[in-house]
């Protein structure tokens, strides 16, 4: 049995060449694009975590400020370190260092050179051959390998180090032999860097490694209550847990649309079986008749169907493989998303995953091949026998007019459920209702193909036609499975196209609107995250300064929950009463009491940590806990994670120092050129950047662009399929109408009338998919835009339908569906009238 | 070999039945023609007989261990067939996809036939069928009447007990028909299976070793 099985899958592939290679290559397009996503997300995460645990080392637990303008008092290491409990605990310094005049600010870490040896072995310094000097650490900084070569420097070498108007002049005293090939470090004693950039009497952070047989959490938990108010314990895993959550929304996004790829691949399979099952339906029939089980003609198209799936799944790992390395080269290791430093990860493939998405691939196909197995199994055999392929073959059950009935609620409970998926909460924070509604709505389309054609082409039947179109108009009302399957196949990839680009131009609208407000200056400056010079600010201040206003910001950042990145604290010049004026706020600004602290927070951070304006937020700030008042909500496409904006004058009350990292700068009107060249005096000395506000939002859009990417590629793709679908549906139903066709032709009708017949059919069919895929797109946009985005990524914004963009797409897709039947009407009609009449004998 | 007793047929739907109450055998090494006019129920009779269409009413016994394959389920008649049955019908169906000696082959693959036979029997029947080498040919290669002779040996490879034939030479040149009809005889009763061939040539019928004809009122 194996061996007809066998012949029957090689007639198979030989026969129909075309269809299966191309079932074969959306398959594996499929798998390539979600292991391609795969790898690279693997990748990318475990290049991160390891490159946190080469400055971080292996801790069991680590001590930080929650505020990253804090410190964590001395007193306190040293009371953690006397701890029976805690076998050795190394205090660190961090902080963010120009080279010279150098642009780039890299991080300086301040170690103690005997507890770093047991906690951060790979931050360990080697003291070159060529400084002269006793110990190490005695003098000088040590500089990773990737530093050394990016600033040309050597051991021995001196450089400056700047940090706002400080500038302490020093020298390369060795490399840091176990650093990561991208790390770009600079290491020195702790004493040293806490001398000259502070903080007095405090560390960065302290990373403690437990005595053995301590458990974290008990210790954590024995802690926890002894903390001043400003500092937080966290075990070592959470920060594995944070790398992971910053981008897992968006790892879960590509995943999902490489799904959705996936999906049209088994929609190909799909056809391209329901085809093959058609055309061969007298030669199934006869194996029935001889004695094939109906079970067994279920399996071998179910093989059939396997047979596509495991060389599809097997090139699509190879291919997957390759775009990763790809991929990583062109848009780095994030694939666009921004999340982690654009390096190129190294691509490490293993055995657990690769077989996944093998499975996944060969059930893509067979769940393609599950319908057209079924109908194969359930084919009057005397009757396909006699006439071919029953395309509606016996059913039992309820009457006609109540399965109508029946489809109808099923498909308005199938439209409840998914208005109802799109109103409940993100769970596990990823928006799975969300996706839930979208293949809802995937279904309701597919599901509405057959009534809405037998509507239209039931009418159009009804009218006086001319004899080609009436053709092809009784064609559908009388055989309407092939063309039902045409036309999801496109309903379902027109959909995905029109979701994508829908949610993309509001996505890009939106961004392009909130830079307007955002952007308001003319000129922009800033320092990377060190603290601009005193001199610049000074200079500022001054009657000859060529600009009419000036606004200054800075950023720290703050821990409210160990498991989430780190909230931006915005520090900002701006009064309260006019706070409406400065920030894009989404809804109403609420006036603070006067004597309340107020700050106002962006979107992400009102819906990651459930907040509301009107309610009290209390903030690690300054060492302690502040109560604030939130007055007000603002848009925020640039950090997904939340942030706070807070006035600078309220913040200096609190008693923290404003150290401006930001310029908004405004010339005097006329004044531009001037500006520039009196700005670029001191961006030289100090190595800042300038930027004006058209720059900055031509980058921001290429950024936007790039991020999506992948997007972009996965909608071609989905595009491509759904048109490989059309195109292998209509050739089939024009190949077993061949005998029809035949016999119009023997009564008069030319090639020229028998091809416009067939591509009136193609065009009819199109349309019809896109109209039902135009309305299906334009409802998973809306659902893309209005709640995947918002729960996924905490970004609100108002649906666009981009026209200009959908309705070519529409004609061109319509176009190539007419381009297709004329081709498959011409491949019919070619053959020999005479020599298909006898055949069909 | 095949036992038919008071074999009823109605179409869904319709007032009234194919047939009722039709009751008749074939004998191993028995050829029986059934004749009859268009429309009358013949085609129908034969599906019933090779269980691919449900009777309303009666028993079929078919084959040595006589089965009554009106009461089996869809996979037993599927096995039945396999095992027991052997068919011929007018349009040849020959997979054009599979060479001749794979045509040949399949139904023995069906019935569980060892493989280490299927060379030996498949190229003895080629022979006898007045084929020989043709096994490694293509059907599109073949005549209509090397076509037929390639569907009797298929119908015969796997020593059914039973011969169904359905206007076996409906599609022939009179030349053609006598020598595949001929043909056709000989190797059924050589294998002393039994046949039932529904035909509308006088020819054919007269060839056969019995005559049934099926009319509204029943068997003749």
Same mark, same amino acid.
């Given at each position: 049995m194996i061996r007809l099985a066998w012949w029957l899958v090689r007639a198979q592939f030989t026969t129909r060449r075309m269809a299966t290679a191309l079932s074969m290559l959306a398959i594996a397009l499929g798998v390539a694009l979600g292991y391609a996503i795969h790898l690279i997300n693997a990748a990318a995460l475990a290049d991160f975590s390891q490159a946190m645990k080469s400055v971080q080392?292996?801790?069991?637990a680590v001590i930080a400020p929650r505020d990253s303008a804090g410190q964590v008092p001395l007193a306190l290491i040293n009371e953690i370190a006397r701890d029976a409990d805690v076998a050795i605990i190394a205090p660190v310094i961090e902080t963010r260092v120009r080279i010279d005049n150098a642009t780039m600010a890299v991080k300086l870490i301040g170690l103690d050179v005997f507890s770093a040896a047991a906690v &951060? $072995?790979?931050l360990l310094p080697r003291q070159s051959d060529r400084v002269a000097g006793g110990s190490v650490f005695e003098d000088g900084v040590y500089a990773s390998p990737t530093l050394l070569a990016r600033f040309k420097l050597a051991p021995g070498d001196a450089v400056t180090l700047v940090r706002g108007d400080t500038h302490w002049r020093t020298r390369i005293a060795g490399d840091l032999p176990a650093a990561r090939p991208d790390d770009l470090l600079l290491v020195a004693d702790i004493a040293w860097v806490q001398a000259r950039f502070g903080p007095a009497g405090g560390v960065s952070e302290g990373r403690v490694r437990l005595a053995s047989g301590v458990r974290v959490g008990n210790w954590l938990g024995a802690w926890a209550g002894r903390l001043p108010a400003g500092l937080a314990l966290r075990a070592a895993e959470d920060d594995s847990a944070r790398v992971s959550n910053v981008s897992r929304a968006y790892r879960v996004n590509l995943n999902v649309l490489a799904l959705v790829a996936l999906l049209t691949g088994a929609f190909l399979v799909f056809a391209t079986q329901l085809t093959a099952v058609a055309q061969r339906s007298t030669q199934f029939a006869l194996l029935g008749v001889l004695g094939l089980s109906p079970r067994l003609r279920l399996w071998q198209v179910l093989l059939e169907g396997l047979a596509i799936g495991v060389p599809g799944a097997g090139l699509g790992l190879v291919l997957g493989y390759v775009m990763s390395l790809a991929f990583t080269q062109v848009i780095g290791g994030d694939l666009g998303g921004g999340y982690f430093s654009g390096s190129a990860p190294a691509i490490l493939p293993r055995p657990a995953p690769a077989l996944g998405f093998f499975a996944l691939g060969c059930a893509a196909s067979l769940t393609g091949a599950l319908y057209p197995a079924w109908l194969n199994r359930i084919q009057p055999l005397a009757q396909a026998l006699k &006439?071919?392929?029953?395309?509606? $073959?016996p059913s039992g059950g309820a009457a006609p007019r109540r399965r109508r009935w029946l489809k109808g609620a099923a498909m308005a409970l199938v439209a409840l459920a998914a208005i109802g998926l799109t109103r409940l909460p993100a769970l596990f924070d990823l928006p799975l209702a969300g996706y839930a509604a979208i293949a809802l709505v995937l279904v309701l389309g597919i599901g509405a193909a057959p009534p809405v054609t037998q509507i239209v082409f039931g009418a159009l039947a009804r009218l006086r036609l001319p004899a080609p179109l009436r053709i092809a108009v009784q064609n559908i009302v009388q055989a309407p499975l092939m063309a039902q399957v045409a036309a999801s196949g496109l309903i379902v990839s027109f959909a995905l196209t029109v979701s994508m680009v829908t949610m993309v131009s509001s996505f890009r609208t939106a961004v392009d609107q909130w830079l307007d407000v955002v952007l308001p200056a003319p000129m922009y400056v800033r320092s990377k995250g060190v603290p601009l010079p005193r001199e610049l600010l000074g200079a500022l201040a001054q009657p000859a300064a060529p600009f009419e206003k000036v606004e200054r910001s800075a950023a720290v950042s703050l821990s409210l929950d160990p498991q989430r990145p780190a909230v931006a604290l915005l520090v900002r010049e701006l009064d309260r009463a006019e706070a409406a004026a400065r920030l894009p706020f989404t809804g109403a600004v609420l006036a603070a009491p006067a004597d309340r602290l107020v700050v106002w927070i962006s979107e992400p951070m009102q819906q990651l940590y459930r907040l509301a304006p009107g309610q009290s937020l209390r903030l690690p700030l300054l060492g302690r806990e502040v109560e604030a008042f939130i007055g007000g909500t603002w848009r925020d496409y640039a950090r997904q994670f939340g942030a706070v904006v807070i006035g600078a004058a309220d913040y200096v009350a609190l008693g923290g120092r404003f150290e401006p990292t930001d310029l908004a700068l405004w010339p005097r009107p006329g004044e531009e050129a001037a500006a520039r060249t009196w700005l670029a005096k001191f961006t030289a000395d100090y190595g800042l950047e300038m930027a004006e506000s058209g720059e900055i939002r031509k980058l921001s859009l290429s950024i936007f662009d790039k991020s999506f990417a992948v997007t972009y590629a996965l909608e071609a793709a989905a595009m491509l399929i759904g048109l490989f679908g059309l195109a292998v549906t209509l050739a089939a139903g024009v190949w077993l109408r061949a005998r029809e066709l035949a016999t119009l032709s023997a009564l008069g009708f030319d090639r020229a009338m028998l091809t416009r017949a067939v591509m009136f059919e193609g065009a009819m069919i199109a349309g019809i998919g896109l109209v039902i895929g135009l309305a299906c797109g334009v409802a998973v946009g809306a659902i893309l835009t209005h709640v995947v985005n918002p729960q996924a990524f905490h970004w609100r914004m108002k649906l666009e339908i981009p026209w200009l963009q959908v309705l070519p797409g529409a004609a061109l897709s319509l176009l190539a569906g007419i381009f297709a039947s004329r081709f498959a009407a011409r491949q019919a009609t070619r053959l020999p009238v005479a020599q298909v009449l006898a055949n069909a004998q | 070999m095949l036992t038919i007793t008071s074999l009823s047929k109605r179409h869904a739907n319709a007032v009234q039945a194919v047939f009722s109450g039709l009751s008749f055998s074939v004998q191993a090494g028995e050829v029986v023609a059934l004749v009859g006019e268009s429309g009358v129920g013949k085609s129908t009779l034969l599906n019933c007989i090779a269980g691919l269409e449900p009777a309303d009413e009666g028993s079929i016994l078919v084959g040595r261990q006589a089965q009554d394959i009106v009461r089996l389920g869809e996979a037993a008649r599927a096995a039945l067939r396999a095992s027991s049955i052997g068919f011929v019908f007018q349009a040849f169906h020959v997979l054009p996809t599979l060479s001749v000696a794979q045509n040949i082959a399949v139904p023995l693959l069906l019935a569980g036939v060892a493989a280490g036979e299927h060379a030996a029997r498949i190229e003895a029947l080629l022979a006898r069928v007045g084929l020989a080498g043709f096994g490694p040919r293509w059907p599109a290669s073949l005549s209509g009447g090397e076509l037929q002779r390639v569907a009797i040996a298929r119908a015969l490879v796997h020593r059914p007990a039973l011969i169904l034939a359905d206007e076996p030479t409906g599609n022939l040149d009179p030349r053609t028909a006598d020598e595949i009809l001929a043909l056709l005889l000989e190797r059924v009763r050589e294998q002393h299976a039994a046949a039932l061939i529904v035909t509308h040539s006088q020819h054919v019928a007269q060839c056969c070793d019995r005559v049934l004809t099926l009319t509204p009122e029943g068997l003749q």
């Open positions: 080392g292996e801790p069991d &951060t $072995p790979k &006439t071919g392929f029953a395309q509606s $073959p | -």
